[in-house]
């Protein structure tokens, strides 16, 4: 069997939120786990950002003053 070298959806969404940049909501995880002979990318839906690393600047406070 050929393995599909197609990246799955919304992959690059999963390194913004592994950076922080971004917080999100990516489902469940699967339980299944295939086996190795299969290819482990699957169809998932599209994730819900609940933040961005915008949404805190505000909350995060002043700079202290430089001399």
Same mark, same amino acid.
């Given at each position: 069997?050929?393995? !599909?070298?197609?990246?799955?959806?919304?992959?690059?969404?999963?390194?913004?939120?592994?950076?922080?940049?971004?917080?999100? !909501?990516?489902?469940?995880?699967?339980? !299944?786990?295939?086996?190795? /002979?299969?290819?482990?990318?699957? /169809?998932?839906?599209?994730?819900?950002?609940?933040?961005?690393?915008? !949404?805190?600047?505000?909350?995060?406070?002043?700079?202290?003053?430089?001399?």
């Amino acid at each position: 069997m050929a393995v !599909d070298q197609t990246p799955p959806r919304y992959f690059w969404l999963w390194h913004l939120a592994a950076l922080k940049v971004i917080e999100a !909501d990516f489902g469940p995880i699967p339980a !299944d786990v295939p086996p190795n /002979a299969e290819s482990s990318l699957r /169809a998932q839906h599209a994730p819900a950002i609940t933040a961005t690393l915008w !949404d805190n600047i505000p909350t995060a406070g002043k700079l202290p003053a430089t001399a």
